[in-house]
């Protein structure tokens, strides 16, 4: 836990240990991994990750008692991971599903994090994935000038990187009235598109929005 600098909110950063996570115990399907010191950067609490070998049904969830974060404050959430150095772990398409759930609230979007953002030669930012298992003539992307990569029409959350080298990708929204017994619940999905892997998660972190 820390306390926002500009808004006093309290923020966490939930570790993978405390995610729930689909055959998480399953030693074929996820693997837990010690990090080296750089990766603890600004983490050193967190001493280990979790890492995706094999699944065809991707879901985490993060759940926190709201009575926790501070009341009557906005938070936004988001998965802190890494992507294998190939970059071609079938996380492109199907486009992942984050929701965000509180009360009688729940929102959704489609993410992708096998997703980079790059400026043209015209100054405009663009954004691509690393293409590892779309067909040729799927209609919404085109090639990009980029080897390997497509041009990405559709509105979809692409992850950013991090100050500490990780990534992160932002899965949605939600305000904190007055706290009390409820909770959030925090989630990720992709249960189509065959076999994933290669995802590195470090936590789920729940932020103040500015």
Sequence with gaps: MRLDRATGAKCFLISARALHISRGETPASWQW??????????NERFSEAVRLRKVSWLEICAKMQCRMLSQNSAYATYMVFKLADSGFNKLDYP???????????????KVCLQGYMEVGDDGVTRKHIWRSSWEENWRPCKRSRVTGA?????????????????????????????????EV????????????????????????KQ
Aim: proline letters at 1%.
């Design 33 to 42: 991994i010690h990090l080296r010191s750089d990766e603890m950067q600004g």
């Design 95 to 109: 486009f992942q599903v984050a929701s965000v759930g509180i009360g009688w609230y729940r929102s959704t979007r």
């Design 150 to 182: 497509i041009h990405l029409k559709d509105k979809i959350v692409l992850p950013w990187r991090r100050a500490d080298c990780w990534m992160e990708v932002e899965l949605g929204e939600f305000y904190n009235e007055e706290g009390g017994d409820g």
């Design 185 to 208: 619940s925090v989630g990720l999905m992709q249960t189509t598109g065959g076999y994933k892997s290669g995802l590195v998660v470090l936590g789920v972190e729940i932020r103040s």
